[in-house]
């Protein structure tokens, strides 16, 4: 009867048992509130456990008290470091260590790295999900690493929300009508998203040169809490920002503020995520080292890749080796019939998404062009021209699918084991 009571409800089951529902009211009520109360928690803690699985564990925004994601950027300078041992000054946004927190407005050096992450590029992903509103304030912190005489201090910035179709008033165009965020300034962009898919965001203000010396990051819109894009399901997703950098651009900006002969700009470096493969499979810094941009797999399962790219003007050819792609998605909007790529062409400004679907021999296999293990393959930018970064080739925007066997104990992200040393299957 309990259980009936739960499923129905008290009133229903009272007119049916014959007891008058005033009597039982006051009781069931108690009980009742006491289940809702559980059920709200597990909700909870389920609703959480959803949004690490869609979200791969990416620093979320700060649910504000009416319910909206809240994420505070922040606009910083520093350095990242090379596949070559070298630190290219780069700037972008960045945000509180951990969280996207409010750290307040930021003026020195010394507030910027005791409070905020070092900066990155592309900087961390944002998810937003449909129908839910998202304040993204953005913060200017000025630089802190450029010369003191540099042009290059002092300048306004802006989040451009690239594909997102937004009123003018919160897209980033600077001054149109919205003046752009001057140092140690915030403004806040409220926006609902109405679409779910793949996009970007980026400053606005002197566009070639903000934009390609680092100010750019991935947003991506969930449509729910589950592991689906555009309709499709899929076990596991990553995100290939893939770019251009020159270092000696980046350098004349940190010295004077201006790039000589703009005209020439000419990347050296090819980047998925902000770093370059190279020969030395084991360099901390080669993107088959980042848990973010090496695909790692298991049988029988469904991999969502959502490709999107910016730069001056390389375009990139992503090849897989043994795989096709069906694409699924062009720039945020689902396609009414997918198609099958092997060499997927993407450009400055665009996002493309598509399915790998990982058939059961393919932990077994090795690629015979790389013979770099059971299980690897690598999928590379098939314009050379990104495979080579600062006159040094393999280096530049190659990463590798790194298949396994389904086991029973098999944890997607711990580092294999193989007689109980950790096993790197790039050595074998
Ligand atoms: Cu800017």
């Given at each position: 009867?309990?259980?009936?009571?739960?499923?129905?409800?008290?009133t229903?089951?009272?007119?049916?048992?014959?007891?008058?529902?005033?009597?039982?009211?006051?009781?069931?009520?108690?009980?009742?509130?006491?289940?809702?109360?559980?059920?709200n928690?597990?909700?909870?803690?389920?609703?959480?456990?959803?949004?690490?699985?869609?979200?791969?564990?990416?620093?979320?925004?700060?649910?504000?008290?009416?319910?909206?994601?809240?994420?505070?950027?922040?606009?910083?300078?520093g350095?990242?470091?090379?596949?070559?041992?070298?630190?290219?000054?780069?700037?972008?946004?960045?945000?509180?260590?951990?969280?996207?927190?409010?750290?307040?407005?930021?003026?020195?050096?010394?507030?910027?790295?005791?409070?905020?992450?070092?900066?990155?590029?592309?900087?961390?992903?944002?998810?937003?999900?449909?129908?839910?509103?998202?304040?993204?304030?953005?913060?200017?912190?000025?630089?802190?690493?450029?010369?003191?005489?540099?042009?290059?201090?002092?300048?306004a910035?802006?989040?451009?929300?690239?594909?997102l179709?937004?009123?003018?008033?919160?897209?980033?165009?600077?001054?149109?009508?919205?003046?752009?965020?001057?140092?140690?300034?915030?403004?806040?962009?409220?926006?609902?998203?109405?679409?779910?898919?793949?996009?970007?965001?980026?400053?606005?203000?002197?566009?070639?040169?903000?934009?390609?010396?680092?100010?750019?990051?991935?947003?991506?819109?969930h449509?729910?809490?589950?592991?689906?894009?555009?309709?499709?399901?899929y076990?596991?997703?990553?995100?290939?920002?893939?770019?251009?950098?020159?270092?000696?651009?980046?350098?004349?900006?940190?010295?004077?503020?201006?790039?000589?002969?703009?005209?020439?700009?000419?990347?050296?470096?090819?980047?998925?995520?902000?770093?370059?493969?190279?020969?030395?499979?084991?360099?901390?810094?080669?993107?088959?080292?980042?848990?973010?941009?090496?695909i790692?797999a298991?049988?029988?399962?469904?991999?969502?890749?959502?490709?999107?790219?910016?730069?001056?003007?390389?375009?990139?050819?992503?090849?897989?080796?043994g795989?096709?792609?069906?694409?699924?998605?062009?720039?945020?909007?689902?396609?009414?019939?997918?198609?099958?790529?092997?060499?997927?062409?993407?450009?400055s400004?665009?996002?493309?998404?598509?399915?790998?679907?990982i058939?059961?021999?393919?932990?077994?296999?090795?690629?015979?062009?790389?013979?770099?293990?059971?299980?690897?393959?690598?999928?590379?930018?098939?314009?050379?021209?990104?495979?080579?970064?600062?006159?040094?080739?393999p280096?530049?925007?190659?990463?590798?699918?790194?298949?396994?066997?389904?086991?029973?104990?098999?944890?997607?992200?711990?580092?294999?084991?193989?007689?109980?040393?950790?096993?790197?299957?790039?050595?074998?």
């Amino acid at each position: 009867m309990k259980r009936l009571k739960k499923l129905l409800g008290c009133t229903i089951v009272a007119a049916l048992t014959g007891i008058a529902t005033t009597l039982c009211v006051p009781a069931v009520f108690a009980e009742e509130a006491k289940k809702a109360e559980d059920w709200n928690l597990s909700h909870e803690d389920l609703e959480e456990q959803a949004l690490i699985d869609v979200t791969n564990g990416d620093v979320l925004g700060v649910r504000a008290k009416d319910g909206a994601w809240e994420f505070h950027l922040y606009t910083t300078d520093g350095y990242i470091e090379m596949t070559n041992g070298e630190l290219v000054w780069v700037f972008g946004y960045t945000h509180a260590k951990d969280s996207f927190e409010n750290v307040g407005e930021i003026k020195t050096k010394e507030e910027a790295e005791r409070l905020l992450e070092p900066v990155k590029v592309p900087s961390d992903p944002l998810h937003l999900f449909v129908g839910e509103k998202a304040r993204i304030v953005l913060h200017n912190t000025g630089m802190h690493h450029a010369a003191e005489h540099s042009g290059i201090n002092h300048v306004a910035h802006t989040i451009h929300f690239h594909g997102l179709d937004l009123a003018p008033a919160v897209d980033g165009v600077p001054s149109l009508p919205v003046d752009p965020v001057l140092e140690h300034k915030s403004f806040t962009y409220e926006i609902t998203p109405q679409h779910e898919g793949s996009f970007m965001g980026h400053c606005h203000v002197d566009s070639f040169n903000h934009i390609l010396a680092g100010m750019y990051f991935p947003i991506i819109i969930h449509q729910d809490r589950t592991k689906t894009a555009y309709g499709y399901k899929y076990d596991r997703d990553y995100t290939l920002f893939v770019s251009e950098l020159s270092s000696t651009a980046n350098e004349q900006l940190q010295e004077s503020g201006v790039v000589h002969g703009i005209q020439d700009w000419k990347a050296d470096y090819f980047l998925i995520n902000g770093r370059t493969y190279t020969d030395n499979l084991f360099h901390p810094r080669s993107v088959v080292n980042d848990p973010r941009s090496r695909i790692v797999a298991y049988e029988d399962e469904t991999v969502l890749i959502r490709f999107m790219a910016i730069g001056a003007d390389h375009v990139f050819a992503f090849h897989p080796h043994g795989y096709h792609m069906e694409v699924i998605a062009l720039d945020g909007r689902k396609l009414k019939s997918t198609y099958e790529k092997d060499t997927l062409c993407i450009a400055s400004g665009e996002r493309t998404d598509v399915l790998v679907r990982i058939p059961r021999f393919a932990s077994q296999r090795k690629c015979l062009s790389c013979n770099l293990g059971a299980g690897v393959t690598i999928m590379h930018d098939h314009n050379l021209r990104g495979m080579v970064s600062t006159g040094k080739y393999p280096m530049g925007a190659l990463t590798i699918f790194d298949v396994r066997a389904k086991v029973k104990a098999a944890k997607p992200d711990e580092p294999l084991v193989k007689e109980g040393k950790p096993y790197n299957p790039l050595e074998h």
